[in-house]
Structures are given as structure tokens and as C-alpha cells.
């Protein structure tokens, strides 16, 4: 079993639309949770960064982390076709070496 | 501009050849890293170093070597046992230290690596 799984999708929905993506985890250890983004044949660029759990808000994107459930979700609000991107969990120990483990990423199309 | 600068942007490998892919940044960070990305694999760690003239194995390193003679510099070779060299390599750094900013890689724009 991988430490993080992530659908990979694709997933296609219209522009407007409410978009969730989501990953689970089965490390308990893991207390730093990011979601990059990642335009095609370009490098990952970080989106959001939460510690523990709870919800953060950036514009139009929420994070939200659940350590009870090991699930961690990207919501993106009014979707806008420049959203069309893979989408790549990843998160962190607090020991050891700085090795984020990232899930597989979600390939997302905003349809306009 | 400060950033993480790869190249070449493609290369292609023939058999039994070495090549090395660059990468360099202007960042001041300590910790730097190599992934490879396969399509629907998400990221894997190849090497990383958290200090100069010292690095570590990640989680497939086996056909992979890396050196960190400088700070801004970590150049990885793919070399002839690496038997499935065709990826998308991506190099990344952080700061280190005790903030949570340490957590954040900034990645490069990627290397694509294709066997002749």
C-alpha cells in the first residue's frame, strides 16, 4: 500500500463548477500537507501549505485537512479553464530529513 | 529573478551512454533534491542533499549518481545501468532550519530524458 493515495483521474468538469480533490494517507506522522499544481511539462508549483488539521482559504482555493480520517481535500471555487492542471499532494514528517511524499496527482480539465 | 534553473529542457540518451542533467539555483537553500515523474506516478526521490560535499539516497537511486561540490549546483547522471532512463526529472530545493518554511521545494522547470 503507497503512504498516499491520490486519483488520478482525469476529472473534466465545466467552468463554474465547484472542483474537490482529494488524497488519503496511512502515515500518522505526517504533519505538514501541500498541494501543488503542475502545468504540463512544467515543474510543480506550490499552491497551498497547511499544518495539522483544519481548513485554509487562498482566493478561490480551500484546503482542508482531516488527520482523524487521514484525508486530506482541495476545493476550487468558480473554476476557471487557466485551472486545467495536475494537481499533486504531498506531506511531511516532523523527524528526519526534509522528504515530502507525494501522492500521484489528479489530472483536472476546466471545460469552458 | 531568484529560481531553480534545469537543462538542458530535452535530452536524449543512446544506449550504454552516461548524461548528466543540470541543475543550479539562486536561492541560498541548503537542501536540494531529484525526482523523476512517470506518468500516473506521481514524484519519486532519486538523491538529496542537505549540505555541500554530502548527499543521500532516495527511494530509487539504483543507475542514478549525483555529486554537491557547490551549493547552487546538483547535477544528477543518469547512467548505462539505469535500463529505463525515459522520464520527466525534475530538481527542487528548501531552506533547512526550524521554520515551517523548510518544508516548501521549489521545483525547476524539469529535464525530459528520451532513449534513442
Known amino acids: 500500500q503507497k503512504e498516499v493515495e491520490q486519483d488520478p483521474g482525469p476529472l473534466s468538469v465545466p467552468e463554474g463548477a465547484i472542483v474537490s480533490l482529494n488524497c488519503t494517507y496511512s502515515n500518522s506522522a505526517f504533519q505538514y500537507f501541500m498541494w501543488y499544481r503542475q502545468y504540463s511539462r512544467k515543474g510543480p508549483e506550490l499552491l497551498m501549505y497547511?499544518?495539522?488539521?483544519g481548513n485554509k482559504e487562498d482566493g478561490r482555493f480551500t484546503a482542508q485537512v482531516d488527520k482523524s480520517s487521514k484525508y486530506i481535500s482541495l476545493f476550487i471555487r468558480d473554476s476557471q479553464p487557466s485551472d486545467s492542471a495536475t494537481y499533486l499532494c504531498?506531506?511531511?514528517?516532523?523527524?528526519?530529513?526534509?522528504?515530502?511524499?507525494f501522492g500521484q496527482g489528479t489530472r483536472l480539465t476546466i471545460n469552458p | 529573478d531568484g529560481g531553480i534553473t534545469q537543462s538542458p529542457k530535452y535530452l536524449f540518451r543512446k544506449e550504454g551512454q552516461n548524461v548528466t542533467l543540470s541543475c543550479e539555483q539562486n536561492l541560498n537553500h541548503d537542501a536540494m533534491y531529484w525526482y523523476r515523474q512517470d506518468p500516473g506516478q506521481g514524484l519519486r526521490l532519486i538523491y538529496y542533499?542537505?549540505?555541500?560535499?554530502?548527499?543521500q539516497k532516495g527511494d530509487i537511486a539504483e543507475g542514478y549518481s549525483v555529486s554537491r561540490e557547490k551549493k547552487e549546483s546538483f547535477p544528477l547522471t543518469v547512467t548505462s545501468a539505469q535500463k529505463n532512463p525515459t522520464a520527466f526529472y525534475l530538481c527542487?530545493?528548501?531552506?533547512?532550519?526550524?521554520?515551517?518554511?523548510?518544508?516548501?521545494?521549489?521545483f525547476g522547470a524539469g529535464t525530459r530524458l528520451s532513449v534513442l
Open positions: 527542487a530545493s528548501t531552506r533547512t532550519g526550524i521554520t515551517l518554511a523548510k518544508n516548501i521545494q521549489y
Open positions: 497547511t499544518y495539522s488539521s
Open positions: 504531498a506531506m511531511i514528517g516532523v523527524q528526519g530529513a526534509q522528504k515530502l511524499v
Open positions: 542533499s542537505q549540505i555541500v560535499n554530502d548527499f
